[in-house]
C-alpha cells in the first residue's frame, strides 16, 4: 500500500495518475485541507506539516510514500528520506528530467511554474542543471492558482482564471519555452487555459512523472504496492467538500471514502 500525501486535493492529480498507470496499487490520500495551502509557509513549517502527513500514513500501515506536492517535494524530501523507514518518493526529479530531455530536442528553455515555496528553494532549476548545462530555465511563481483550483475555478472560459493565467505568464509568453513544468500537482487541472496562451509549449505534469517513475521502480512489487485496488481518502477539515472536488481530478464519486483525521495527534 503506498501513502499519498499533499496539502489539500491537488495531490489527487497523481491519485488519477495511480487510476491509469497502475490501477492494482492500493492508495490511502492524505489532503492537509485544514492547512492549506504549504505553498505561501516557511520552510521550518512545511518540514513540520509533512512529517505529521507522513507519520499518519505510517500509521495507516503504507509501505512507501509519495510527497504529492511540489511544495514539501522542493523544500524537504531529503529530511523525509531521511528520517523514515519506507521509501519516500517527490515529484520534483522525475518531473525535472522529462523537461530537460523535452527542451534538449527543441528550444532549451524550461519554464517552472510552482508555488512560492517551491520557487524560492529553487529544487527544480538544481535537478534540471544535473542533467547538463545550457538549458535556460524561468521560474514563475503563481500564488493565486491553488485557490483557483480548490474553489473549482478551471472551467476553460472561467474570466478569473483565464485573468490569472495570462498575467502570470506573461513574461515566458513570447519566449514559448519547449517544456513548462506544472511544478505544483494542482495545477494540472488549469492545463487547458495554461495550454492556450503557450500552444507550442509541452506542458510536464509533475504528479503524472511521478507514478510512471515510481511504476518503474516498485511497479511489480506487490509487497509494497498490495494488489487489491484500494483507495481510501482521508482529510484534515471538510470531508464533504474534498469529495465534491475530488469529482472534478478523478472524474467519480467518492464520497463513500473519505474520513476525517485530526492531523495534529501525529
Ligand atoms: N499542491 C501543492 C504543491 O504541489 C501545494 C499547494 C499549496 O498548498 O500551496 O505545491
Known amino acids: 500500500m503506498i501513502g499519498v500525501f499533499d496539502s489539500g486535493v491537488g495531490g489527487l492529480t497523481a491519485v488519477s495518475a495511480f487510476d491509469r498507470l497502475m490501477p492494482e496499487c492500493d492508495i490511502v490520500y492524505f489532503g492537509d485541507t485544514a492547512r492549506v495551502p504549504y505553498g505561501t509557509k516557511s520552510k521550518a513549517v512545511i518540514e513540520k ?139 494540472p487541472l488549469l492545463s487547458r487555459i495554461i495550454a492556450k496562451y503557450l500552444p507550442e509549449s509541452e506542458l510536464i505534469n509533475a504528479s503524472e512523472e511521478a507514478v510512471k517513475s515510481l511504476d518503474e521502480m516498485i511497479g511489480g512489487d506487490a509487497g509494497i504496492c498490495g494488489s487489491g485496488a484500494l483507495r481510501r481518502f482521508y482529510v484534515s477539515d471538510d470531508p464533504a467538500g474534498f469529495a465534491e472536488s475530488g469529482k472534478a481530478f478523478l472524474g467519480r464519486d467518492i464520497s463513500d471514502r473519505v474520513n476525517y483525521v485530526n492531523i495534529e495527534e501525529f
Not at 528520506?81 to 527542451?103: H, R, S
Not at 535556460?136 to 511563481?141: F, L, P, R, T
Request: proline letters at 4%; glycine letters at 8%; a negative charge.
Open 49 to 187: 506539516y509533512a512529517f505529521q502527513d507522513c507519520r499518519f500514513l505510517l500509521s495507516e500501515g503504507v509501505k512507501a510514500i509519495l510527497a504529492a506536492c511540489g511544495t514539501v517535494s522542493s523544500n524537504c524530501l531529503s529530511e523525509l528520506k531521511n528520517a523514515l523507514d519506507v521509501p519516500v518518493a517527490g515529484v520534483v526529479e522525475p518531473a525535472a528530467k522529462k523537461a530537460y530531455y523535452t527542451a534538449a530536442g527543441a528550444n532549451r528553455t524550461v519554464a517552472v511554474l510552482g508555488t512560492s515555496a517551491t520557487v524560492r528553494s529553487g529544487a527544480y532549476e538544481r535537478e534540471i542543471r544535473k542533467y547538463g548545462d545550457g538549458t535556460e530555465i524561468i521560474s514563475i511563481a503563481c500564488p493565486l492558482f491553488v485557490s483557483l483550483v480548490e474553489n473549482g475555478r478551471v472551467a476553460d472560459d472561467d474570466e478569473i482564471a483565464n485573468i490569472a493565467v495570462r498575467e502570470y505568464l506573461e513574461p515566458i509568453i513570447p519566449l514559448s519555452p519547449s517544456a513548462v513544468i506544472l511544478g505544483c500537482t494542482h495545477y
